[in-house]
């Protein structure tokens, strides 16, 4: 079995300043590990993911994230927000052997400001 | 655009009532995941289909039941309505291959 926690569940954030939304994660299994995006009224978005390789993966509209297996975390980054951010984020892994089902956090709901 | 429709986008019923909510995966994909988000419980997966065949199962209550038709599109039935039913349904779905799941747009359920 998977758990994901999101320790934060709001963040506040000025324009143009960095991010950091948390993300840890317990599995007895190895993992694969995704951050999705949800604008309001709308579906989940993948922003990125890590299956294996480079601890330090890129995704769309300038995030990334980072995966550290000793801490068991995958950290969500973005170096200057901006008002379009403004979204819930969610976490999730899911097993490698499996299919593609999915184990949420229970999001992070960034709002930028001016 | 995900690729992953969902009807209705929409729905308001009453307690005690019976909803189907439908879902057409991408093209060609096997698999079809539904999911249900509601303030309480987040973001918690339902069950999976692939190919037709019921493949792995969740947190789905027993009045919840789910199909995958020939043509891969799936329907997911709630029954017996509660007032705590209410939430966003989405629906995913992949390929084989595929290391994630493409989602729809969900189905915004009301019970009143």
């Known amino acids: 079995a998977q758990s994901v926690t999101q320790l934060d569940s709001q963040v506040p954030v000025f324009e143009e300043a960095p991010v950091e939304l948390r993300c840890n994660y317990s599995?007895?299994?190895?993992?694969?590990l995704f951050w999705y995006v949800q604008y309001p009224n709308q579906g989940l978005q993948l922003l990125l993911k890590?299956?294996?390789?480079?601890?330090l993966v890129k995704g769309i509209n300038g995030f990334e994230a980072e995966f550290n297996k000793s801490q068991t975390s995958f950290h969500l980054r973005k170096p200057s927000v901006h008002i379009s951010d403004t979204a819930e984020y969610f976490c999730?892994?899911?097993?490698?052997?499996?299919?593609?089902?999915?184990?949420f956090g229970t999001g992070t709901q960034l709002k930028v400001e001016l | 655009d995900s690729g992953v429709t969902q009807t209705p986008k929409h729905l308001i019923t009453a307690t005690g009532q019976r909803v189907t909510l439908r879902c057409s995966p991408r093209?060609?994909?096997?698999?079809v995941y539904w999911y249900q988000q509601s303030l309480d419980q987040g973001l918690q997966f339902l069950i999976q289909?692939?190919?037709?065949?019921?493949?792995a199962k969740g947190n789905i209550l027993e009045r919840f039941s789910a199909q995958q038709f020939p043509d891969l599109h799936s329907e997911l039935n709630l029954s017996s309505l509660e007032l705590g039913d209410s939430a966003l349904y989405f629906c995913?779905?992949?390929?084989?291959?595929?290391?994630?799941?493409?989602f729809g747009q969900g189905t915004r359920l009301t019970v009143v």
């Open positions: 995913a779905s992949s390929g084989t291959g595929n290391t994630e799941a493409f």
């Open positions: 599995s007895s299994v190895s993992v694969y």
């Open positions: 890590y299956l294996s390789g480079s601890t």
């Open positions: 999730a892994v899911r097993s490698r052997g499996g299919g593609n089902k999915l184990t």
């Open positions: 093209s060609g994909d096997l698999s």
């Open positions: 289909y692939y190919n037709g065949e019921e493949r």
